[in-house]
């Protein structure tokens, strides 16, 4: 650290307690009170030196007092400024220092220490070792900075802040390749590895500063400095970059949740935790933080992460910060949603409302604003198609597509919420537009996970939810695996077996077309008046060709016993759906008609019945008068 030693007698200041004692051999005539601290000293030393004492203790010549007592209250710097200042006042050495030398200045300003009560005096030497050594030096002028914290209004008044700010500016926003202040971990360096401090050795070479060189001293400032300082950089035209990488620095130093889930990701060390442990803000004091660094952040796309951001967000959910504050971080992840991951979006529900275990709401807001921006930015020709016809030629489809891969594989991931309501599910997958989709792999995962984990669906709301998803997009393997689930409402899976076997017909095709085109052999014609060598015939290009064409007859084979196969299952599920109809119509009739026979049945037995128990009655009454006779 950079010093200036003043004075050339030995220290002559004596502290007991909390008074301080000048032990020249005088007894000391005065005793000046500043805060807590008094300090028993003399008069004419004083106001050799300070304009404002001289005139306090003009007024107390006069009476025959042999101590006088003054009070100074409110003297920037406090006991430790005044001492320096009394010390230099007697001649004392004391060294000025980047830690002392803006302190010392207030005080000396409110103790009128100008050149009209001697040459050289303190105003002027802390004037100059401020500007000519301590803001040539980028330490120094931090350090210097930080002092200014505790006596804002008079480092204002002074100018002195505007001094300490203009200065760590200018020499953040050069180019370190134009300067030759020593920068941090930056020193002349031999080809032997020794340090050179004054670079003159023969062959020296000085180390290139990392762009983040200036970061972490920058972050160590109170947030009301280092705000003033970001405004001072970015009217400097300071690089979005690098003003982007000071805040972020700032915020993960201060704001220990996103140190939590990305500090390790995103390269950061493990001293931003040690220095969170070390001081961590209240609450309000990270949600003051939080939405400072947000108005702060520059407004380009894509120079802040999006992993940042999403972290912002969750901080800021959790920190209850302003509605405005949060709604601002969504639209900047909206901005560059392409660059975000699935986890990153995973978005923990802390609201009133806890019905789903991920904040669904809040993406779908993310979503709207990309969809928002994508609308305001895409040409007036055709959505989703050039001039051409060509939709996959069309640069602008790149991040709509990989927002469609990214919010299918959102989907999946939130799917298998037991409390996730089919319309959230609906809302989301169909919010983006069709065209974005080249295969609808993706949402097929995500409604099979949906449906396995919504069992108790009916089937008009399975058939609603499966209308998302175009069985023409899906590939072999996802048609293979659609046509044996269980879970797929019946007209889904006849769909899916319908445009499986059209893809099939259309592969076999195309094998046929590309076999008559690929031959490279050709039997010449009469007209041709040639005849084929042999040794062509022979030789190793017709070898290929005909075990490429064999390998691809038996390739046909296969595809057309899947075909039949797959046209046998087909038809006899549509025998069975027809059988089934008709067998429901059949059942109707036959039940109407075995009613009524069965009704007519049970009275015609009931009336036979009743008929053999009256023949029975009346044959066992004849029985019984007739042994009456014969007795």
């Known amino acids: 650290m950079a010093c200036l030693k003043l004075g050339s007698k030995f220290d002559g200041f004596q502290r007991t307690g909390q008074a301080w004692f ?4 005088l007894p000391s005539d005065v005793v000046i009170e500043v805060d807590e601290m008094s300090f028993h000293l003399h008069k004419f030393p004083l106001i050799s030196r300070s304009g404002r004492l001289a005139r306090l203790l003009k007024d107390h010549l006069e009476t025959n007092d042999e101590i006088l007592h003054l009070q100074l209250p ?17 001649g004392l050495r004391l060294e000025l220092t980047a830690t002392n030398v803006v302190p010392l200045r207030c005080a000396a300003e409110y103790l009128e220490m100008t050149e009209e009560f001697g040459e050289e005096n303190l105003i002027a030497r802390t004037e100059g070792f401020l500007e000519q050594v301590v803001l040539q030096n980028w330490k120094e002028s931090t350090r210097a900075l ?41 020193s002349m360096q031999s080809p032997g590895g020794s340090f050179l401090w004054n670079g003159i050795s023969t062959g020296a070479r000085l180390k290139k500063p990392q762009v983040d060189w200036w970061y972490e001293d920058i972050a160590m400032l109170s947030l009301p400095l280092f705000k003033r300082v970001i405004i001072a950089m970015e009217s400097r035209g300071l690089k979005p970059e690098s003003m982007a990488g000071v805040l972020m620095h700032f915020a993960r130093r201060y704001l220990p949740a996103l140190n939590n889930r990305h500090g390790a990701k995103e390269g950061s060390s493990g001293r931003f935790a040690s220095l969170c442990l070390s001081s ?33 967000l ?52 993310i979503l709207d604003h990309f969809l928002l921006l994508d609308q305001s930015t895409r040409p007036l020709s055709s959505p989703g198609s050039d001039i051409d016809g060509n939709m996959m030629n069309s640069p602008s489809l790149t991040p709509m597509m990989m927002v469609t891969r990214l919010v299918d594989g959102y989907l999946a991931e939130v799917a ?10 609906h809302s989301l997958a169909e919010a983006l537009p069709d065209y974005a989709r080249i295969s609808d792999d993706g949402l097929y995962r995500a409604i099979d996970i949906f449906l396995k984990a919504h069992p108790w669906l009916k089937e008009d709301e399975r058939e609603h939810l499966c209308q998302l998803m175009d069985c023409q997009k899906l590939t072999l393997e996802a048609c293979t695996h659609a046509a044996q689930n269980e879970r797929l409402p019946l007209r889904t899976v006849v769909q899916v077996l319908f445009f499986e076997q059209l893809q099939l017909r259309t592969a076999i095709a195309s094998c046929f077309m590309v076999s008559d085109n690929s031959c490279p052999l050709q039997h010449p014609s009469a007209a041709d008046g040639g005849i084929m060598p042999v040794a062509a015939l022979r030789g190793e290009g017709w070898a290929n060709a005909f075990r490429e064409n064999h390998a691809l007859k038996v390739d046909m084979d296969h ?13 006899g599920m549509q025998e069975e759906l027809q059988k089934l109809g008709k067998m429901r119509g059949q059942w109707k009739l036959l039940s109407k008609a075995l009613g009524g026979r069965f009704k007519s049945h049970i009275c015609r037995t009931k009336g036979n019945a009743v008929q053999d128990q009256t023949h029975a009655d009346r044959r066992r009454d004849r ?9």
């Open 314 to 365: 969750r901080s800021a959910i959790l920190l209850s910060a302003s509605p405005e504050c949060r709604s601002n971080i969504e639209r900047r992840i909206g901005l560059q949603l392409e660059q975000a991951s699935v986890e990153d979006l995973l978005i923990p529900n802390l609201t009133d409302n806890l019905e789903t275990l991920y904040d669904i709401d809040c993406i779908q807001r």
């Open 559 to 571: 595809m057309k016993l899947r075909v039949n196969d797959l046209e046998r299952e087909c038809s």
């Open 74 to 90: 409110g003297i920037p710097g406090g006991p430790d400024a005044f001492e320096l200042a009394a010390k230099f006042c007697y």
């Open 146 to 186: 930080q002092t200014c914290e505790t006596l804002w209004n008079e480092v204002e008044q002074l100018g002195i802040l505007n001094m300490c700010i203009d200065s760590v500016v200018t020499k953040a926003c050069t180019d370190p390749s134009l300067v030759t202040w020593p920068f941090p971990n930056n």
């Open 623 to 631: 029985a019984l008068g007739s042994g009456h006779s014969k007795r």
């Open 416 to 425: 298998p919420d037991v409390n996730l309501k089919l319309p959230k599910f």
């Open 22 to 25: 000048c032990t020249s051999g």
């Open 280 to 312: 961590v803000p209240s609450e309000a004091e990270q949600r003051e933080i939080l939405e400072i660094i947000e108005d702060l952040l520059p407004i380009q796309k894509a120079v802040v992460s999006t992993k940042f951001l999403t972290g912002l």
